[in-house]
């Protein structure tokens, strides 16, 4: 079990902002092929959660959970996910995509979020800022470009 308060790379990703959890993988599979490694992982995180946190400008919605589930591939210097979720009593979070291992190479990720209504109300001001990535009502995409240590949103 890993506390992911030890990840400076998560630091950086998220603007300085905290996400604390204990990290449980459930299954790592990698090989090292001398001239890069490749490799999957699945697994939990258990009592993630989201604080102040932001994307380029935006800010993030302050969340706890109970756990997070995720799958991601490593290939070709590119970190592949294809599953990042995340469910509150206020909110489920999804995010997939990819981003690079090295900090100054360009990610293509996106994040979902799918408020109740009574969360979108307790938290107006962030959701009156997200609103141009709402696609219908109770569901936001919003792109995320950018390199891990300057990540933006692509509007």
Excluded: D
């Amino acid at each position: 079990h890993l506390s992911l308060i030890h990840f400076p790379y998560l630091t950086i990703a998220t603007s300085g902002g905290k996400i604390p959890g204990t990290l449980e993988a459930l299954a790592i599979e990698a090989q090292n092929t001398g001239k890069s490694v490749k490799g999957s992982c699945k697994g939990k995180i258990r009592a993630p959660a989201i604080e102040e946190v932001q994307i380029g400008s935006f800010p993030l919605p302050k969340l706890h959970f109970q756990e997070a589930r995720f799958a991601a591939k490593i290939e070709q210097q590119r970190l592949t996910i294809s599953s990042f979720s995340l469910e509150s009593s206020g909110t489920y979070l999804r995010l997939s995509g990819s981003m690079p291992l090295q900090a100054q190479t360009e990610m293509q990720m996106k994040l979902e979020m799918m408020p109740k209504p009574a969360f979108i109300k307790e938290q107006a001001t962030v959701f009156m800022l997200l609103s141009p990535f709402q696609q219908v009502p109770g569901h936001y995409t919003i792109p995320i470009a950018g390199t891990p240590a300057a990540p933006r949103i692509e509007q």
